[in-house]
Every structure is written in structure tokens, then in C-alpha cells.
């Protein structure tokens, strides 16, 4: 980490002494896991409500005119997306924001184990072996 750079992890014990100790100490990162929660439920409801609106409603092709200028930028627009058309590309968005929403997910779940799994280590460090 980059000299002055301090990382701060919000917690259950303390969700306001991170930015107590962010204004004392100067920049820093925050890391909520909560947060993130709240991010990855929002990316999946996201993606959720795209792939239901492009499967409830049919996307026309753009009508751009007859001009030869309309005509080339009509082009480009198909070739963008593809030979299925643009509901596939707002599927395949759709898809990558759910994915991405439970990958948020399962990341927090993975870091709330890990930091369990240490406070249970540091607190059994003064215990009698």
C-alpha cells in the first residue's frame, strides 16, 4: 500500500468509527460489506427488471431513414448487435448484471467469513495452550 494510503473496514462494533478515524488519518478506502450488499441486491434487481422488459416488449429496429448517411449509421447499429439483434445484447447485459450481483454477494460472504474466522484467532491468542 502506497505510503499515507490507510484502508478502513466498516464493522457491526463500530459503523461510525471508520469515518472518525478517516477524517483524523487522511484519505482512505472504505470497505462495507453491507454496502456491497446493498449494491449486489441492486445489480441483480437490475438485471432482473432489464430481462423482463425485453422479453415483455419487442424491440424494433431503429428507423433512421433512406439518406445515405442513415443508411451507413443503420449498418453499424446491426452490426453492434449482431446477427440476433439487440434484445440478445440487452439479454446477454442483463445477464452479466445478475452475474456481477452475485459475484458481489458471494465476495462479502467470503470476507465476512475470513474476518470472523480472525477475530475468533486474535481473541484465542491470550487464551492458555
Known sequence: MR??????????????????????????VFVSPYELNRQADELVRLGEVLHERVGRAEVQP????????????????????????????????????????????????EYRTTDDDNEGRFTRLGEAR
Do not use: N
Open 3 to 28: 505510503r499515507g494510503a490507510i484502508m478502513y473496514v466498516d464493522s457491526d462494533e463500530d459503523p461510525s468509527g471508520t469515518k472518525g478515524a478517516l477524517g483524523r488519518a487522511g484519505a482512505g
Open 62 to 109: 431503429l428507423r433512421l431513414g433512406s439518406s445515405p448517411p442513415a443508411l451507413w449509421f443503420a449498418a453499424k447499429l446491426a452490426r453492434l448487435t449482431g446477427p440476433d439483434g439487440t434484445p440478445t445484447v440487452l439479454r446477454e447485459w442483463a445477464d452479466g448484471l445478475t452475474r456481477l450481483g452475485g459475484e458481489t454477494r458471494a465476495t462479502v460472504a
